[in-house]
Structures are given as structure tokens and as C-alpha cells.
């Protein structure tokens, strides 16, 4: 079966015909709205399909779907049979559900739509209502992999923890990336309030390891797994991530070491381990990945060190810092806030010695943009403003325009640009490119989803 079959239409048609928050520019962030009990109630009726194999849970700012795939990876590469639900997806619905490394097909898409329909509205039919768009595809996704049947499972919160639709299963690994301002509207505008929910993902039996920096955020993560009875590994306590080379051309990869606390039972130090991904910031990424491995061998899991350093070499997760294209070197990356703008920004600063760099930019309305904006107009020499088509909170170029006009008494230099969508953006930022300049295109996963077709 293909995209263009009448019952893969219909199908879709089937889940986006459902309120879907991801689409939404003002999502209230409440019971009311993310109803745990709906979520509970819909997988009731289709025999608790979260329950079928051991999960490991991710939660966090920035990092979630590195950890997930490098997590992933490690443990298909170990011989297990791995289910990864991750959102959002950029180009096709069927990349959210991977089995053992691969997107699901079309067919098996319909298939699994198929096989919650009746769940679905008769979970409607009830006092519980009808289930959001993100709730039916969590449910795909467990009933997918309870079907297959798969070994284990990692999964990546779509917002928050506490509240997110994936919050229904009993972890065995509950992980928590980096934490950073982002989506305070509906998490709250401190570290301490954003940690809080990120760490709802915490349950008795959980074993917690997590990534976070931020002392408030480190002090809310502890509280929570002491309450719930849990034991925690943390960077930068139990265990931490040394760069001892970075990438210095084109093929070659950052070298880390995996440094532990060595009185720590189950941890082990690992060198001279190859990083595919660009960034520093991929280290701690890794970091996380590595210590889940190491606590799942202590309980007996076959993972195996080969296994890890493999998916560690190999693994690259689209759109994130992803060279597409060289001559000129085209990047597309998914940083939409001021921290992973930040890190992304420095990271082509370490990597790339362009002749020019253009930055090709479009954000969402509950964004903090003007810093994003700013910081990007301290890098680039040409920047070049747009507009995403796919969903409705895109601000609008002109506002960016003004923004970025605005800020050129301090940027002289800097050639701002406007187009009205990213086909157009991309012939802007193709036309008088040398061979040895820089394009990257940022600032949104739907830019980065309307954007890598193009390449």
C-alpha cells in the first residue's frame, strides 16, 4: 500500500479529524484538557496493551529523541526487539512508530488505526469523551507494539510528563533529559515548575537516571524520586561525559569518555567511544543512553558494550544538526528555544569555517523569538525570515522582519531577508551561495519537516 491509497487517505483522516493540541496556538494545560483517565480508559478497552513489556520512559527539555533513538539503538543492536514512539514527526505519520530501527509502513499504519477504532468510540461514547489526536496515536503505538510483540519499549513524552498521554505505564527506566525554559504557558515559567512536571514521569519501581544541570531542577528531580521510593543516577554526580576530541572535518566523529563514580555498583567507565551527532551537547545525550544500558545490564539484560559504541558511531537523528547537503554545506535542525538555539549557534561556530553563514528562520507564536532571533543575528551574516505552511503557530514573517530589522543598528552588517514560505526561502538561500559557504535552516520542527524534502 502507498501514501496514495484511498484507505491510507481515510485512515488519516480518521486521527486528524481529532483535536490535536499540537496544531492548537493556545493549549490550556489542565486535567480538563490532558485527561490521564481518557488515556487510561482507552487502553483499558483495548486490554492495557502498555503493560505487554518493560518501558523505558523519556522526559525532558532538549535531548528526548537523541536519548530515545541512541537508547534504541543500543538495545536493537543487542538482538532485542525495540518499539520507539517519538513525536512529533516531520515528513510522514509512520516515522512516530519505529520497530527495531525502522518507520512502520503505510499498510501497517492502517492497520493499527484500524485496530483502535472501536476502543475509540466507544471511549467517546463514554463520560470520558472523545480522545485527542496525540492520545490515539500513544494508543497506536502501545497496541503496535503489543501486537508485534516487541521485547521492550522506549518512549518520548510528547509535552511535559505529569500530564503527557504516555504517562500511563510503569516504567522500569524513567530518564530525564537537559532542563531548559520552554513551553511555559502550559509548564511554567520557572526551572523548578518545568522540572516538576517533567519529573511526573517518576513512579514507585522506577529507576531514575537524569541529565539535568540546573541546581533547582536537579533539587525538584530528587525530591520527587525520594517521595516515590526511587534510586537516581545523575550527570555530573554518578556519572558524566568527557569530550576528548571533536570533529575537525568533514567524516570524523567527537571522541567522549563515559567517566562514572566508581563506588557505584553497576556503572563502568568506557573510552575512546565515536559520537556521530554534532554537538557538544550530544555528549551528555550519550551520556544518558549509556547509563540506562548499564543499569539494565545490571539486571541481567544482555546488552552488550559492542552493541552501544555501535549505535553511538552509527546513530543520526534527522534534523537534528543534519547536513543534507555539502557544496554548499546545507544543515536543518529542530532548535526552538533559546537553550538549543544557543547550543546549536555554538556548535557551528566549533564545526564550520564557512567563506558565509546563512541562517534561514521561522518560529511558533509561544516561542521566545526575539532572543532566538537575536542571538542568530549575532552569528550570521545573512539571515533570511519565513513562514512554515503546515501549522497555524507560525508568526508571521512580517512580524519577523520588523524584529530582525529592528535589531539592525546593532547587526549592520547583517543581510535580512523575507520569504513567504521555505520553497522560496530555499532559492533565497541557494542564490549567490559559494561552493564553501553555510546554510542552516532552524528554528521549528515544522520548518526543519517542510525543509528537508527540499534536499
Given amino acids: 500500500?502507498?501514501?496514495?491509497?484511498?484507505?491510507?487517505?481515510?485512515?488519516?483522516?480518521?486521527?486528524?479529524?481529532?483535536?490535536?493540541?499540537?496544531?492548537?496556538?493556545?493549549?490550556?494545560?489542565?486535567?480538563?484538557n490532558y485527561r490521564l483517565a481518557r488515556m487510561e480508559g482507552l487502553l483499558h478497552r483495548l486490554g492495557n496493551p502498555q503493560r505487554q513489556a518493560p518501558v523505558i520512559h523519556i522526559a525532558g527539555t532538549?535531548?528526548?529523541?537523541?536519548v530515545a533513538w541512541l537508547t534504541a539503538e543500543s538495545l536493537r543492536r543487542s538482538g532485542y526487539r525495540v518499539g520507539l514512539y517519538t513525536s512529533p514527526h516531520l515528513q510522514f505519520l509512520e516515522e512516530r512508530f519505529v520497530v527495531d530501527g525502522q518507520p512502520i509502513s503505510p499498510e501497517q499504519l492502517v492497520r493499527s488505526i484500524g485496530?483502535?477504532?472501536e476502543a475509540v468510540q466507544e471511549t467517546t461514547d463514554s463520560s470520558l469523551g472523545a480522545p485527542t489526536f496525540f492520545e490515539m496515536t500513544t494508543a497506536i503505538a502501545w497496541e503496535l507494539f503489543a501486537t508485534l510483540p516487541t521485547d521492550v519499549n522506549v518512549i518520548e513524552v510528547g509535552l511535559g510528563g505529569r500530564l503527557d498521554s504516555t504517562n500511563v505505564c510503569q516504567s522500569l527506566i524513567a530518564v530525564i533529559t537537559s532542563i531548559s525554559l520552554d513551553h511555559q504557558a502550559q509548564l511554567g515559567n520557572t526551572i523548578a515548575q518545568i522540572a516538576g512536571e517533567k519529573a511526573g514521569i517518576i513512579k514507585p519501581e522506577s529507576f531514575?537516571?537524569?541529565?539535568?544541570?540546573?541546581?533547582?531542577?536537579?533539587?525538584?528531580?530528587?525530591?520527587?524520586?525520594?517521595?516515590?521510593?526511587?534510586?537516581?543516577w545523575e550527570l555530573g554526580r554518578e556519572f558524566d561525559c568527557e569530550i576528548t576530541s571533536n570533529q575537525i572535518a568533514a567524516g570524523t566523529k567527537k571522541r567522549i569518555r563515559f567517566q562514572v563514580d566508581n563506588s557505584i555498583a553497576g556503572l563502568h567507565s568506557m573510552d575512546?567511544?565515536?559520537?556521530?551527532?554534532?554537538?557538544?551537547?550530544?555528549?551528555?545525550?550519550?551520556?544518558?543512553?549509556?547509563?540506562?544500558?548499564?543499569?539494565?545490564?545490571?539486571?541481567?539484560w544482555n546488552v552488550t558494550e559492542d552493541a552501544i559504541r555501535d549505535a553511538l558511531r552509527t546513530?543520526?537523528?534527522?534534523?537534528?544538526?543534519?547536513?543534507?547537503?555539502?557544496?554548499?554545506t546545507v544543515i536543518v535542525d529542530t532548535a526552538h528555544n533559546v537553550a538549543s538555539m544557543g547550543s546549536l549557534l555554538q556548535t557551528l561556530r566549533d564545526h564550520f569555517l564557512p567563506k558565509r553563514k546563512t541562517v534561514v528562520y521561522a518560529s511558533s507564536k509561544d516561542k521566545d523569538f526575539e532572543a532566538m532571533l537575536h542571538r542568530i543575528?549575532?552569528?550570521?551574516?545573512?539571515?533570511?525570515?519565513?513562514?512554515?505552511?503546515?501549522?497555524?503557530?507560525?508568526?508571521?514573517?512580517?512580524?519577523?522582519?520588523?524584529?530582525?530589522?529592528?535589531?539592525?543598528?546593532?547587526?549592520?552588517?547583517?543581510?535580512?531577508?523575507?520569504?513567504p514560505d521555505p520553497d522560496i526561502a530555499k532559492s533565497y538561500a541557494l542564490m549567490q551561495s559559494a561552493d564553501d559557504d553555510l546554510i542552516c535552516f532552524t528554528g521549528s520542527f515544522f520548518l526543519a519537516a517542510e525543509t528537508r524534502p527540499l534536499f
Fill in 1 to 32: 500500500m502507498n501514501r496514495n491509497h484511498p484507505e491510507y487517505a481515510e485512515a488519516l483522516r480518521f486521527l486528524y479529524d481529532r483535536l490535536n493540541y499540537e496544531k492548537a496556538v493556545d493549549r490550556p494545560y489542565n486535567q480538563q
Fill in 62 to 66: 532538549k535531548g528526548k529523541g537523541s
Fill in 115 to 117: 485496530s483502535i477504532r
Fill in 208 to 232: 531514575v537516571i537524569h541529565g539535568a544541570r540546573h541546581p533547582d531542577a536537579r533539587e525538584v528531580i530528587r525530591e520527587r524520586a525520594r517521595t516515590k521510593g526511587c534510586r537516581v
Fill in 272 to 300: 575512546d567511544l565515536h559520537l556521530k551527532m554534532l554537538g557538544d551537547h550530544q555528549a551528555d545525550n550519550a551520556a544518558l543512553a549509556i547509563a540506562a544500558m548499564q543499569k539494565l545490564i545490571s539486571l541481567g
Fill in 315 to 328: 546513530t543520526q537523528v534527522n534534523s537534528r544538526i543534519e547536513v543534507v547537503c555539502e557544496r554548499p
Fill in 377 to 419: 543575528m549575532a552569528y550570521a551574516d545573512r539571515i533570511i525570515l519565513t513562514q512554515y505552511r503546515s501549522n497555524p503557530r507560525f508568526v508571521p514573517v512580517e512580524k519577523l522582519e520588523k524584529l530582525a530589522r529592528s535589531y539592525q543598528s546593532q547587526f549592520p552588517e547583517v543581510q535580512v531577508l523575507a520569504a
